[in-house]
């Protein structure tokens, strides 16, 4: 089982609304911010959010990340057909190794 | 804008060591903020950090693969480098390498390298 817990798959119609929980399930993650990834089919992965609820530079304004107790969110509105894809939480343990969430794939419908 | 490229053999045989190269372009390598970590992702399966260096040539490893992974730099050429040793076929991924933006309580990776696909076959 990974340090971090994600549902293997989450759906949405288009204009919908759909969040992806990353829960934290070791203390030694329990303090450390959570960052996010999205995939698309042979592609790499592409930063989303960082620090829990910063958005890089040219991300989309619908892509937002939130924290409660020791889950970390990633919510997307206005769901877009492109925005189907593979998404990923990352954070790091007390002693500095990077883990990973085990993905979820989402579908839009 | 920083840019990185693997580049490495695409095919390497059960227990020989796999060696993969990283450029960095577009931005020094030899800056304070920044390690540059080693991400793989079997095929159809999930990420996995692998390791990081420091320009300094500090390195962390992922529990599950120390004894077999090897990670260094050279900021000379704006490199850095994997080495894993007595592949298994568990092995084969697309190997990715990525800045890892680290400050003292949060880290993330960005950008990253398009990737290279290691086939550990005979």
């Known amino acids: 089982q990974s340090a971090l817990t994600q549902p293997a798959s989450v759906s949405g119609s288009p204009g919908q609304s759909v969040t992806i929980s990353c829960t934290v399930t070791?203390?030694?993650?329990?303090?450390?911010?959570v960052s996010w990834y999205q995939q698309h089919p042979n592609k790499a992965p592409k930063l989303m959010i960082f620090?829990?609820?910063n958005r890089p530079s040219g991300i989309s304004s619908r892509f937002s990340g939130s924290k409660s107790g020791n889950t970390a969110s990633l919510t997307i509105s206005g769901l877009q057909p492109e925005d189907e894809a593979e998404y990923y939480c990352s954070s790091h343990t007390g002693t500095g190794s990077r883990v990973f969430g085990g993905g979820t794939k989402l579908t839009v419908l | 804008q920083v840019q990185l490229q693997e580049s490495g053999p695409g095919q390497v045989r059960p227990s020989e060591t796999l060696s993969l190269t990283c450029t960095v372009s577009g931005g020094s390598i030899h800056t304070g903020s920044y390690y540059w970590s080693w991400i793989r992702q079997p095929p159809g399966k999930g990420l996995e950090w692998i390791s990081y260096v420091y320009y300094t040539g500090i390195t962390n490893y992922n529990p599950a693969l120390r004894g077999r992974v090897t990670t260094s730099i050279d900021t000379s050429k704006n490199q850095f480098y994997l080495r894993l040793t007595s592949v298994t076929a568990a092995d084969t991924a697309v190997y990715y390498c990525v800045r890892d933006v680290s400050l003292p309580s949060y880290n993330w990776f960005d950008p990253w390298g398009q990737g290279t696909l290691v086939t550990v076959s005979s």
């Open positions: 070791i203390s030694d993650l329990a303090y450390n911010p």
């Open positions: 620090d829990v609820i």
